[in-house]
């Protein structure tokens, strides 16, 4: 059963042709069966190992959706989760710096969706100093003493990362007196700093001894310390998801070689127990995990993320370090229609219209007109199916008494309003093997 709230948040995201930010089992179509293995690994996780898995899946198969459905599952189990768009430009995979700003920038908790890193950095504070308050020989009205003893526990919690990143520590000691001496600016800067932000005023980082910003070295260590604290508040962990890994095998040479080294250090270091409570998660196309521009361009790479999909997909192992995505076909586009529309039209005034008027056989009408006009690639039609659906089809079929899509609608798809893949399929053209010099 689905909430009128969380119904009208799904509709809204996919009539602006986006994935919903929850909701997502709603319309989980083909992956509900990797769900047993992933708690079974969130479980390891949480009981203070790491984890890291490859998802494989040809553009349109819902590698996204799969990010975001997983994310939501892991806050439901009680992680922290975030996402992070891998790019040349903004993100590239190489700059831990970066990564670990935009991770910190998508962290989000069962309580908090999104933007969530200061609110856990504030309850970790809260958790301490309940734990000072438990010692009866601590007076709760001495407010320098409690602050103190916080701080004691603070640096005993984090004691490790302390001897690596002194920074984190010190930030995290300047915050907590800032926001004791009510100096609003002060810690709203020095959480910025903690976050990874550029361009932190001097003035804030001279109150903490600090100097400069956060560099890789320190992204790495303060990674770390993010999950000493999620883990000390009660969090089972951290599922991080690096989306659209596979733009690797566009960048320039330089950049890619030193992607593909970081996504090994990544397993490596994952595996040596560098990140405990840390469920790594990068999604790609089968030409980025098997083709020349890709992972098979770094040898140790290739080896750490080799599965054999040479048997029927029935027999694939979902424990596999690399799971592959089964292609979007049209019976799973018109599963996936179904659900949208009943999720739509239930409660409505117009119910029974909505589900009259845009029957099975409309559905199916419209799926393959979508999916003609993406030269017959079914995988690359779901955004745009269900963009049209709710926002062409069944918000005027609920508006309009008289409106009937089967004789008032004409489908047509705008160059203007498609995706870079999808106008690639409109195309017929493929932008798997571009390679930039």
Excluded: C
């Amino acid at each position: 059963m689905i909430s009128a709230a969380r119904r009208e948040d799904i509709v809204g995201a996919l009539r602006r042709g986006t994935v919903p930010s929850s909701g997502l089992d709603a319309l989980a179509v083909g992956i509900e069966s990797f769900a047993p293995t992933l708690d079974e690994e969130f479980a390891a996780v949480a009981a203070g190992r790491g984890g890291f898995k490859a998802v494989r899946g040809e553009y349109g198969t819902g590698k996204t959706f799969f990010g975001r459905w997983l994310q939501e599952r892991a806050r439901a189990r009680g992680f922290a989760a975030t996402e992070v768009q891998i790019n040349e430009t903004e993100t590239p995979l190489h700059r831990l710096e970066t990564v670990y700003r935009r991770l910190v920038e998508h962290l989000g908790t069962a309580d908090t969706a999104s933007g969530a890193f200061r609110g856990v950095v504030d309850g970790w504070f809260y958790a301490l100093e309940q734990d000072v308050l438990a010692d009866a020989s601590v007076d709760p009205n001495d407010a320098e003493e409690l602050l103190s003893r916080t701080d004691a526990l603070m640096e005993a919690r984090i004691a490790t990362i302390s001897k690596t990143a002194p920074a984190f520590s010190a930030v995290l000691r300047t915050y907590r007196r800032a926001l004791a001496a009510g100096d609003g600016m002060l810690a709203e800067g020095l959480i910025s700093w903690l976050a990874g932000q550029p361009n932190v005023a001097a003035s804030v980082k001279r109150a903490a001894g600090i100097k400069g910003d956060l560099d890789h070295f320190g992204a790495t260590n303060f990674l770390v310390g993010l999950l000493t604290i999620l883990r000390d508040s009660g969090y089972s962990g951290l599922v991080m998801v690096l989306d659209e890994v596979e733009t690797l095998q566009r960048m320039r040479t330089d950049t890619r070689e030193k992607g593909l080294n970081a996504l090994r250090q990544w397993i490596d270091e994952i595996d040596a127990g560098r990140y405990p409570g840390l469920y790594l998660v990068v999604t790609g196309t089968p030409a980025f995990f098997d083709g020349p521009q890709g992972v098979q361009r770094l040898a140790p790479l290739a080896q750490r993320l080799h599965v054999d999909f040479g048997t029927d997909r029935r027999f694939d192992n979902p424990r596999a370090v690399q799971i592959r995505l089964a292609p979007f076909d049209h019976t799973a586009l018109l599963a996936v229609g179904r659900r949208v529309r009943d999720i739509y039209a239930e409660g409505r005034p117009h119910e029974q219209r909505l589900r009259s008027v845009v029957d099975d056989s409309y559905l199916d009408t419209l799926a393959r007109a979508v999916a003609g006009g993406l030269g017959g690639k079914v995988g690359v039609a779901p955004r745009l199916f269900l963009k049209k659906l709710v926002a062409d089809i069944l918000d005027r079929v609920d508006l309009h008494e008289d409106f009937d899509p089967r004789r008032h609608y004409t489908l047509t798809l705008a160059k203007s309003e498609m995706s870079v893949v999808e106008r690639a399929a409109a195309s017929a053209t493929s932008v798997d093997d571009v390679e930039l010099p």
